[in-house]
Nanobody
Framework: QVQLQESGPGLVKPSQTLSLTCTVS??????????WSWIRQPPGKGLEWMGA???????YYSPSLKSRTSISRDTSKNQFTLQLSSVTPEDTAVYFC?????????????WGQGTQVIVSS
């Protein structure tokens, strides 16, 4: 059973960089052919796929967020990390990490529990 757990600050100031880490257990992030994804849900809105890092280490980003997003991994810790720069209050959301079999999906097969991030001064 794969388990994912997000961690990071719950409050970020505008213009700063949001950084979240997802720790994976029960499976390796290098196992073919999974995509380790970040998905968010702003209050009152639907799910938004942000980006993913593949089992190979290749990265994929939403075009609307690409200029501000970076996803990396630490295979020794079985973790992957999201960095979102220049945040604004519109980036307030519940952020989920997930494992998917395809990229650009908001229907992964495993989810983390999600972590609330508020962008406010």
């Amino acid at each position: 059973q794969v388990q994912l757990q997000e961690s990071g600050p719950g409050l970020v100031k505008p213009s700063q960089t949001l950084s979240l880490t997802c720790t994976v257990s029960g499976g390796s992030i290098t196992t073919n052919y999974y995509y380790w994804s970040w998905i968010r849900q702003p209050p009152g809105k639907g799910l938004e796929w942000m980006g993913a890092i593949a089992y190979s280490g290749s990265t994929y980003y939403s075009p609307s967020l690409k200029s501000r997003t970076s996803i990396s991994r630490d295979t020794s810790k079985n973790q992957f990390t999201l960095q979102l720069s220049s945040v604004t209050p519109e980036d307030t959301a519940v952020y989920f990490c997930a494992r998917a079999r395809v990229i650009r999906t908001t229907q992964p097969d495993y989810w983390g529990q999600g972590t609330q991030v508020i962008v406010s001064s």
